[in-house]
């Protein structure tokens, strides 16, 4: 998944997911068609992506970023999703606008009759 909503501006996709983990993790990088459409899509990716999308787990950290005709988004907890957006851009060089979103999950309170009996 990658939050896009068309493919009409995409050349190619690769996407980085565990097949099954405890870890919420999720990169991808996307090779638009035409170099100016890098930043919009990378802000569609950071805007539409899920980072509840797991049963589980959820992402912490979302960043999102361009450079030249590539966009990336990586959403993990947030010390894996510092170091490997750091990495990006170290690699990556001159990039883009960078789109960055923390998914706080709010406690929701439970109803007593809603709670699991222990074993």
């Known amino acids: 998944e990658t939050g896009l ?4 501006k995409i050349d ?3 996407v980085s997911a565990p097949m099954m983990s405890s870890q919420a ?3 991808a990088l996307v090779k638009v068609k035409d170099g100016v459409d890098a930043d919009s899509v990378a802000k569609e990716m950071s805007e539409n992506i899920n980072p509840n999308k797991w049963i589980c787990v959820s992402a ?3 960043y999102a970023t361009s450079s030249g ?7 993990t ?6 170091s490997v957006y750091a990495n990006f851009k170290t ?3 001159e990039i883009g606008p960078e789109y960055s979103k923390d998914n706080v999950m709010e406690d929701m309170p439970m109803e007593d009759d809603m ?4 074993f």
């Open 115 to 118: 709670m699991i009996p222990a």
């Open 12 to 14: 190619a996709v690769v």
């Open 60 to 62: 912490e950290k979302i």
């Open 77 to 82: 907890n947030t010390d894996m999703a510092d």
């Open 5 to 8: 909503s068309s493919t009409d």
């Open 91 to 93: 690699t990556a060089g």
């Open 25 to 27: 993790y999720s990169m």
């Open 69 to 75: 005709n590539v966009a990336f988004l990586i959403m």
